[in-house]
């Protein structure tokens, strides 16, 4: 099962591998410029490869942190998601033939915080619908990772901006989803009351 040595993300995201050349040249079919990925000629880190193992809740663990004959490791892409000033937050890995993406340690549900676009009724938040489009935006804006997580995040921006009607309608639906949690009150409450 799990070995984690460290949970600072910024660490186990630079202990990933570089792209290959087959990897970028899929990225360029799919639109993402190559600035975007890679850092020597960008203003980003790079997304790097990693063997990973995703679990249930949009989460994964690095293979390398694994130990048991049960793991069934996948080669991913691997991004380091920032927050607003930022700060390192979590990792996000994603493997585009399954179209999985999950986040390491639960700290974020969005990538693109450290360079959102600004947030006013004017100038809206921009939410791309996954992350092969937050790319090919040349990571303007965000892209929600996990649902959850990225639900008070995105309450907060105020006017948000999506890629069209569907995805608007399907973030409207993901904004509204509450899970309320279950209330009870002791019983000699229901008994004073009753009296």
Known sequence: ??????????????RG???RDGDFDWLRRQGVPGPVVNWSRGNFEPLLRAAVVFRRGRRFDFARDL??????PVAAYTLLARDLDGTPLDVVAWHPRSERVAVWSGQTGLLGLDHPTAATADDPLVVFPDLPAWLAGERRGVVVIDERLARPVLLDAGTVQA?????GEALEAMLREVRLPRIVVPAFESERAAA
């Open 163 to 167: 890629a069209g009607i569907e995805h």
């Open 67 to 72: 130990r048991g004959d049960e793991i069934e």
């Open 17 to 19: 591998r570089p792209l």
């Open 1 to 14: 099962m799990s070995a984690r040595r460290h949970l600072d993300p910024e660490t186990a995201f630079w």
